[in-house]
């Protein structure tokens, strides 16, 4: 996700207020085509709720179905998502579309990998929730795209959780600069390849 830079933002400001106040996630696997994994119970494991969640939204140029289709380009992250150093797809649905994805995070001076669980509804929404990580405690977020006016209009909520305790008011304004951040990404990457409606 191109959310690098202010994790790396997040996890200093944490560090700092933890100073104050105190006076295994391996590399990724090859990708298992057309494997599509248990699509788990939405229900038993709490629909993303995001009850403490950060929501923000953008207008892009351009059908659902192109803004989505970069969306689920993970192997192109890298070459617009800063931070990003590798997305690999580890299992598939049967559509095509990624069911696990893992992640690499170079943003000095901390580095992650997580492995994230999509679940995709066509080209309306795409929600994600965290299955492993070294830094990250839990990440639940969503992509909704409603088509309006000949554009699309994109909605990004998310929800973070550092393994570092962080004061709510420095969790929720970096996980808004993520937000915003990844939505200009996805703006420039997707109006850079389909034609304007």
Same mark, same amino acid.
């Given at each position: 996700?191109?959310? &690098?830079? *202010?994790? $790396?933002?997040?996890?200093?400001? +944490?560090?700092?207020?933890? !100073?104050?106040? %105190? ?45 989505? &289709?970069? *969306?689920? $380009?993970?192997?192109?992250?890298? +070459?617009?998502?800063?931070? !990003?150093?590798? %997305? ?110």
């Amino acid at each position: 996700m191109p959310a &690098a830079d *202010i994790i $790396d933002e997040m996890y200093v400001a +944490a560090s700092v207020d933890q !100073v104050r106040r %105190a006076g295994d996630c391996p590399g990724p696997t090859r990708r298992a085509s057309s494997l599509a994994p248990n699509r788990p119970d939405k229900q038993a494991q709490g629909e993303v709720a995001m009850a403490n969640q950060t929501t923000s939204s953008i207008t892009i140029a351009a059908e659902p179905a192109a803004v989505m &289709a970069v *969306i689920a $380009d993970f192997d192109s992250y890298p +070459a617009w998502a800063k931070g !990003v150093q590798s %997305a690999e797809v580890l299992s598939e649905y049967d559509d095509s579309r990624a069911g696990e994805v893992a992640f690499v995070l170079d943003a000095a001076p901390i580095k992650d990998e997580y492995t994230l669980h999509y679940e995709w509804d066509g080209d309306r929404e795409v929600t994600w929730s965290l299955v492993k990580a070294k830094m990250l405690k839990s990440m639940e977020g969503a992509y909704t795209l409603e088509r309006s006016d000949g554009q699309t209009d994109v909605t990004y909520r998310l929800a973070v959780d550092l393994m570092i305790p962080m004061i709510g008011l420095l969790k929720r304004k970096g996980e808004k600069v993520i937000i915003d951040t990844a939505l200009k990404g996805l703006k420039q990457r997707v109006e850079s390849q389909a034609p304007r409606l």
